[in-house]
Structure formats: C-alpha cells, structure tokens
C-alpha cells in the first residue's frame, strides 16, 4: 500500500480539477466565440435585406405594370380581330361586285 498524506492528496485532486475547469472553460469560450462570428454573419446579412414594405412596393408597382401590359395587348388583339372581321366583310363584297 502506499503511504500518502490526506493533503497530498486532496492536493492532487484540487489541481487536477482546475485544470479540467480551465480546459472546461476554454472550450465554452472558443465555443461562443464561434457562435457570436456565426450571429456577426447573420446579423450583417440581415442588415442587406430589403425591408419588407420596400418589397411590397416593388411588388405593388410590378402588379400595375404587369395589368397595364395585359390591358393593352387585351386591346390590341381586339382591335386587330376587328380589323380582320372588317376586312373579311370588305372582301366578301368586294367579291360580290
């Protein structure tokens, strides 16, 4: 058996417990210093997004352009149906003569 004091002991075992606290703790902070870089990305991306009520906008005025567009090609195929059923009745007389 060997013949070691109460106090070395407790010694060895009070050393050896801060030293794991201090890896404990150097882990945990490399840790948060990798989720901080992590919410430092996430918060400068953010920063670059548009706001929502400027998407709307855009959003908003695209819509317009968009049924304005279809509004008058709608007007132009009518006009251009009229102008042919008019022309085939031109010609149907026209051939009649």
Partial sequence: MTDVSLRDYVDVRFTAAERA?????????KRFANTN????????LQRGYPQRTEVDAVISSLNGKVETVQRNMWIGIGLLLALQFFVGIALIFWRTR
């Fill in 21 to 29: 606290i201090t890896r404990a703790e150097e882990s945990i902070d």
């Fill in 37 to 44: 870089e992590w919410r430092n990305t996430v918060e400068t």
